[in-house]
């Protein structure tokens, strides 16, 4: 049995849908069906997003293999004589399932790493309220940042599959190139300031601030900008 979108298009856990886990997951059931003749697969999902080159030809080849899909999120997975149960519902049949398997697959959410806040301060790169970092404009610069110079590329950007990536990647190289090729860079010349005498040390704009720009001066109790 796999579940689809364990942690995933769920608002106790991530509301963003991890755009891979439908595909990788009909890959598992076709790699099982192809190593184990006659073994029975289910895949429960949500709703199927196959939006690539080939990727609804590979869900009817997947169909065609006799795999089952139950469209139903399971609400429980638990161990009996020595099985897996899962029990789900079935929204299509309109009834309860209740499938014995050997194995219980959880195609899991997509999410930035551990250390991404301690990047994002590193570059100064600011953040999506899913905690990936942001680009400069998802459609007229998807791969540039707010920092000149600083480029992001592939699942740091978002969930997305491998193609994708490396389109990203080539578009960002391109750009590095064009930058090198120039021999000199020119930055912003315009900075913040913050007037000591009527800060208040309250250090809500330290927090606010999506460049991480700003530090608090324990001895002199005023926020300042790094240099």
């Known amino acids: 049995a796999i ?24 890959k598992f059931s076709h790699l099982v069906r192809e190593h184990i003749p006659g073994a029975k697969v289910y895949e429960f999902y949500i709703d199927l997003r196959a939006v690539g080159k080939g990727f609804e030809e590979f ?11 139950i469209r139903g999120r399971p609400s429980d997975v638990f161990s009996e004589n020595g099985s897996l149960i899962v029990c789900s519902e ?14 219980v697959v959880l195609s899991t959410a997509l999410e930035p790493k551990s250390d991404v806040e301690k990047v994002a301060r590193l570059f100064s790169l600011s953040r999506s309220p899913d905690g990936f970092f942001l680009e400069k404009h998802p459609k007229l610069d998807p791969v540039a940042t707010m920092n000149d110079g600083v480029f ?3 699942c740091c950007q978002s969930p997305k599959d491998i193609p994708t990536s490396v389109a990203q990647a080539s578009a960002a190289a391109s750009r590095i190139l064009a930058m ?8 912003e010349a315009t900075t913040a300031t913050i007037d000591e005498e009527l800060c208040s040390g309250c250090k809500v704009c330290s927090d606010l601030c999506p460049f991480y720009a ?4 324990e001895e002199k109790e005023v926020s300042r900008i790094n240099e």
Do not use: P, W
Request: charged share 20%; proline share 0%; aromatic share 10%.
């Open 90 to 103: 079935d929204t299509l049949a309109d009834c309860q399932r209740r499938i014995t398997a050997d194995m």
């Open 3 to 26: 579940v689809h979108c364990v942690g995933s298009r769920d608002k106790n856990y991530h509301e963003y849908c991890s755009q891979v886990c439908c595909m990788y997951s009909m």
């Open 180 to 187: 090198i090729s120039a021999g000199t860079i020119e930055i």
């Open 214 to 217: 700003i530090s608090f001066d």
């Open 152 to 154: 992001v590329v592939g």
């Open 59 to 69: 869900y009817n080849r997947v169909l065609d293999e006799g795999t089952t899909f």
